[in-house]
């Protein structure tokens, strides 16, 4: 169920983005309890995992991913948002909303995060009062090219205050002095970075190794279970093979690499 930031519509989709109902929201569950009666579809998995894109994606970046989850039993969801239109906070109620939908099978959420989508996911971990945690145990968090440190590149663009003005306020909360702010993983969780694999980096604006958009430093984090160094461009970061088999490990084992 998709609702409209412009008009507060909601929407319900299904496979290939046809639309099956539209109006307030009670209408779509409606229908979409209807659906899944006549077509008998299953409860899914009791563990769900939420993939979030980064800024200016679409859930069509973790396609694969989400493919891939699903094979291994998991109940993978791919979260659209509208990244540039609203603040860390606004995405996180966004999600957890999502959360408070979620069947009542659902007992375990992880968490598979490409680049701002794991400050969203930090964001809504630290509200440890949400109603959805009453029934539904948060287990790992990965974060793919997450600028937990801030994105190194932003302070080239304080000199083009227009761009922070049409990128939306979650652009401006991942400046490095405001990143600080965003609180930190509040259960066991991992890093992936994307690297060139030597200290220039493939971005001369960043300094040290990089994916072009994210430093590689950037995106460690002091507590992490696992972090692995990948040889990869942040766009195509969360599609590589590579770290799909290290997502897929990780939730089951805690570990990103095997023995």
């Not at 809504?124 to 009453?134: G, H, I, K, M, Y």
Request: hydrophobic share 40%.
């Amino acid at each position: 169920i998709q609702r409209s930031l412009l008009t507060g519509h909601h929407r319900l989709l299904g496979p290939g983005d046809l639309r099956h109902a539209a109006g307030g929201f009670a209408h779509c569950r409606e229908t979409f309890e209807r659906l899944r009666c006549q077509r008998s579809i299953p409860d899914p998995q009791a563990h769900a995992v939420l993939c979030l894109h980064g800024f200016f994606r679409t859930r069509a970046t973790f396609q694969p991913m989400v493919a891939a989850l699903r094979a291994e039993g998991y109940h993978a969801l791919s979260i659209e948002y509208p990244s540039t239109r609203r603040s860390l906070g606004a995405h996180a109620d966004q999600v957890s909303e999502v959360l408070s939908h979620l069947p009542q099978c659902t007992t375990r959420v992880s968490f598979v995060a490409h680049s701002m989508g794991g400050m969203v996911a930090r964001t809504l971990l630290a509200r440890t009062e949400a109603l959805w945690r009453a029934r539904i145990e948060p287990h790992r968090l990965l974060m793919i090219a997450t600028p937990n440190q801030g994105a190194d590149i932003l302070p080239w663009l304080d000199y083009v205050p227009a761009l922070y003005a049409a990128a939306g306020p979650a652009l401006r909360e991942l400046h490095p002095l405001q990143a600080q702010a965003v609180p930190l993983p509040t259960i066991p969780f991992a890093t992936i970075a994307g690297v060139r694999g030597d200290p220039r980096g493939w971005n001369p604006l960043i300094p040290g190794d990089d994916d072009l958009t994210v430093s590689a430093a950037s995106v460690r984090l002091d507590g992490a279970e696992d972090h692995l160094d990948i040889r990869a461009l942040h766009r195509t970061i969360a599609a590589d093979p590579r770290v799909i088999r290290a997502a897929v490990r990780y939730l089951e084992t805690g570990r990103l690499i095997g023995d």
